[in-house]
């Protein structure tokens, strides 16, 4: 069966079950691998995407459920160049062996394009992607700096 | 057969006074290395260090990225010997091949537990020792990442002595064009000048000349004092590739013509598949074949979650024998059985045990569970079997360990085999070698589709239940004190999967003692865990003196100092990391403080841990202060991002981590039940280095180990409720009656 995606701002006509996993659709048949397979049941986030705006876990989404929604990956995040929030993350020197921080900066842009200076508290509640090397301070870190007001011109 | 001591490298502290000349690459070797992984443009000067005809030094590694930024590092230490210009510094992974064999490790390695000084080794001797070791190394196909080894045995005794070397080979080579003598030229940011004519020349220009110098293998190295580079926060080399999702890891290769596949392994360790009908899966979309393996069925499919569906469909029968019997309280009950029958004594002190006798003992039993890695980057790899060579990818803890262990799964010679390393998300011991299974079931799949390239791909729960576990570990005391209220005796009984536990062996000053370890094996399979035996014998020792401090109602903190005595970094520490935390300052009630300290890896690592229990028994950490003495750190923000992590890794441990056994298999399948720390877990971290003129220490391992015990004093000093095995969620509700009465 053909569905219809669009990914990064083209729509692309894929021949595949409407039951498939966004995420290995993703990976497998466009070669987005950016976006990465870490458990396969919404618990990890390292498969985290943008639909419609809004952080997903494209591991549990079947791709049908998202035909003609507005689906933006890592490689589309960065389509023209670091974002502030990818600059902050290397400021801080953040990633450690970076498996995580795909999903990381989707799951944080989302965040901070709804609440651009979120508080710890909501940041905690919010943001509940695993990082197994532990760079949570530094996620912290670089999400304070962004929020911070900025001084004037 | 490697023990688990081998792989992680015990011996190598013992290298820490290993000073012998390390053997550097004849012209020979360098073309050699100039055929196998130079570019246009490049020459190989010295063993790792390529330089180009733009002045670009490269570092070759011969190590894995898996995050801990040592390729970063590791350049460092060679720019600083070189006097390159560090913006004209890169990095690249060495190709999985003898030549670029991390000798140095092989040394330590090899040289287990003895010492080399250059005094008793004849004088006659001293470049062929460290020759034969290199040989040695390359044979046994080293190229580990692991014991957190790279800075303190690659880097001091490998790449900074090549690097000093190829210095010199510039300047000599630079001082016959000029016809000057070397020691009237100097070098500055990749160039060589000779002041005294206001002549200079850039290392691309002499790099040719300079390969044909002999190296010397005793170089001139940098004083400390001179540091330009090393010692100092560079920014690493991956960072901007890890943020935008470019970074290639082993799961992301991607081979014209390339399937996919999905294993499921017999669910009891050491069960062997005995059959399996294919009739489930026929028809569906995509598949093209089913594999038996011994102990595993395989689907390869056109795309991966079609494997990962179809696997799942089939019902394979797998014989496990007796051992579907087994569970945690079947192996728990061998555990306290061979303390009792199964004791060796490893290391007796003054009266041992014997000192004892006349005194009333202070006992305590404490025990650690299974652990699993959980690395973020499921085990997979991919593999092609073509025209009678192997060509396999993925991201291991050792290029050369992995493609010899290929060769063996294939039956094949290692010369056909090619294997390329990749970055991993993330390693902590499970990507070492002796537990290389997803590379066999990889290569077994692939010899079974010949011409084609397959990528095998773990699932969550198929890495979660066949780990090589940390292990689960129970551990006895007994200790008395003296008049003054210090341990006068100290009796250790542990068990163990291996040999003895040197990381048993305490740093304090007390005048009996007696360790001992029973040996106790289970079907349950065992490896490296980020810290290893430090992980489990941090939290014993550090958790019993606790005990006994408080026994004698003394300050924690100062009754370590006093057995420290005869210890002046490990006081140190200690006081900067208690100093630091405001120790002694009075915490609101329901609020507690603890500290531990740990040397691991040759660093050492003292955490003080500010913990709030809440009354109905949760546990929040809300600070951890560590100092670290480490000797120096060579990028002294990335040892503090390994302190950060390594406190994380350690911190979830405690609070959660279980791997439990039932019908002898793993009972955990995903993060649902087997949760690790998240952001909310994170706690304010602050870091102070301690530096001193030891050695390099490690940088990986050596925050984890101190973690656990801090917390679980913390929780004493808060509740009066002493965890003795962990995870500590399971002592819910005995801290919530101890929060309830302190109230």
């Known amino acids: ?153 | 057969m490697t023990t688990r001591r081998m792989v992680v490298l015990g011996g190598l502290g013992a290298a820490g006074a290993l000073v012998v000349g390390y053997a550097l690459w004849p012209s020979t070797r360098l073309a050699r290395a100039d055929a196998m992984a130079a570019k246009a443009g490049e020459r190989f000067v010295s063993n790792w260090i390529k330089i180009g005809r733009d002045d670009t030094v490269t570092v070759v590694i011969p190590h894995c990225d898996m995050g801990t930024g040592i390729f970063t590092s590791l350049s460092q230490m060679a720019a600083e010997e070189l006097d390159a210009d560090w913006n004209k510094v890169r990095a690249e992974t060495a190709p999985a091949d003898s030549l670029f064999a991390n000798g140095p490790l092989g040394e330590g390695f090899i040289l287990g537990g003895k010492d080399i000084y250059p005094d008793n080794i004849p004088a006659f001797l001293r470049g062929t020792v460290a020759n034969s070791f290199r040989t040695i190394a390359e044979f046994m196909d080293l190229q580990v990442t692991g014991g957190s080894s790279a800075i303190r045995a690659t880097g001091v005794y490998g790449i900074r002595i090549a690097a000093a070397a190829a210095r010199e080979m510039l300047v000599a080579a630079a001082a016959a064009r000029w016809n000057v003598a070397s020691e009237t030229c100097s070098t500055r940011a990749s160039r060589v000048l000779h002041e005294a004519s206001g002549r200079s020349f850039g290392f691309g220009e002499l790099a040719a000349d300079a390969a044909s110098h002999d190296p010397s293998s005793h170089p001139r190295l940098k004083p400390k004092e001179q540091y330009t580079i090393v010692g100092t926060s560079v920014p690493r080399f991956d960072i901007p590739h890890k943020v935008n999702g470019a970074t290639a890891y082993g799961i992301d290769v991607r081979e014209p013509g390339m399937l996919f596949a999905a294993i499921r392994i017999s669910p009891v360790f050491g069960g062997n598949l005995r059959s399996v009908n294919a009739a489930p899966i026929a028809g569906r979309r995509g598949i093209h074949k089913m594999i038996k393996l011994d102990d595993a069925v395989v689907v390869v499919a056109d795309r991966f979650w079609r494997a990962r569906d179809a696997v799942a469909l089939l019902n394979p029968v797998f014989d496990d024998g007796v051992l579907g019997g087994v569970t945690s309280a079947t192996i728990a009950a061998r555990r306290k059985a061979a303390l009792d029958d199964a004791l060796k004594s490893d290391l007796t002190v003054g009266s041992g045990a014997d000192a004892l006798k006349s005194q009333k003992a202070i006992e305590a039993t404490y025990q650690v569970p299974y652990l699993a890695h959980a690395t973020m980057e499921p085990m997979n790899a991919t593999a092609v079997y073509r025209n009678g060579n192997l060509e396999v990818w993925s991201g291991t803890q050792d290029g050369l360990g992995a493609r010899a262990a290929c060769a063996e799964s294939a039956g094949l010679p290692i010369e056909k085999v090619t294997f390329h390393l990749l970055p991993m998300g993330g390693g902590f011991g499970r990507r070492l070698p002796g537990f290389f299974d997803f590379l066999d079931y990889a290569v077994k799949t692939a010899m079974a589709m010949p011409g084609t390239p397959v990528k095998l791909v773990f699932t969550r729960e198929q890495d979660m239940q066949h780990d090589f576990y940390r292990p689960n570990v129970m551990s006895r005391f007994r200790a008395a004190l003296g008049a003054d209220g210090m341990p006068a005796v100290w009796v250790n009984d542990y068990t163990t999967d291996d040999d003895p536990n040197p990381e048993a062996h305490i740093l304090y000053a007390i005048p009996n003692q007696a360790i001992s370890a029973a040996l106790v094996r289970t079907h349950v399979p065992t490896g490296p865990w980020r810290s290893v035996e430090a992980s489990w014998h941090g939290f014993f020792i550090e958790s019993f003196i606790d005990e006994l401090a408080h026994r004698a109602k003394a300050d924690p903190v100062a009754y370590r100092l006093k057995l420290l005595a005869d210890k002046p970094r490990h006081a140190a520490t200690l006081g900067l990391a208690a100093r630091e935390a405001g120790w002694g300052a009075p915490l609101a009630r329901g609020r507690g403080r603890g500290v531990a300290i740990v040397e691991s890896f040759k660093s050492i690592v003292c955490q003080v841990a500010d913990v709030t229990v809440a009354a109905n028994g949760s546990v929040k950490i809300d600070r951890v202060v560590s100092a670290v003495d480490c000797g120096m750190a060579v990028n002294p923000d990335g040892m503090r991002a390994q302190i950060e992590g390594g406190i994380l890794f350690g911190l979830g441990a405690a609070q959660y981590g279980e791997i439990t056994i039932d019908k002898g298999s793993v009972a955990q399948a995903n993060f649902p039940d087997y949760p690790v720390a998240r952001l909310a877990d994170c706690p304010d971290i602050e870091i102070h280095f301690h530096d001193s003129d030891a050695p390099l220490g490690g940088g990986g391992e050596p925050g984890v180990p101190p973690i656990a015990p801090a917390i679980t004093n913390a929780i004493f000093a808060a509740t009066g409720v002493r965890i003795r095995d962990l995870p500590i969620i399971k002592h819910v509700s005995l801290i919530a009656r101890g929060a309830t009465a302190s109230l």
């Open chain 1, 1 to 153: 069966m053909t569905i219809r995606l669009n990914v990064n701002g083209a729509t692309r006509a894929i021949d595949v079950e409407p039951d498939a996993p966004l995420l290995w659709v993703l990976r497998d048949e466009l070669g987005l691998t950016g976006t990465k397979f870490g458990c396969g049941v919404a618990q990890c986030g390292a498969c985290t995407v943008h639909i419609n705006g809004e952080a997903k876990r494209s591991c549990v989404i079947p791709v049908g459920a998202v035909a003609d929604m507005q689906i933006v990956t890592i490689e589309g995040l960065s389509a023209h160049g670091p974002t502030p929030i990818q600059k902050a993350w290397v400021e801080h020197q953040v990633p450690q062996c970076g498996y995580c921080q795909s999903g990381m900066i989707m799951a944080v842009s989302a965040l901070l394009a709804k609440n651009p200076s979120p508080t710890d508290d909501e940041l905690k509640t919010e943001i509940t992607n695993i990082c197994r090397c532990g760079t949570y301070p530094r996620i912290r870190a670089a999400v304070r700096a962004l929020a911070a007001p900025k001084a004037l011109p």
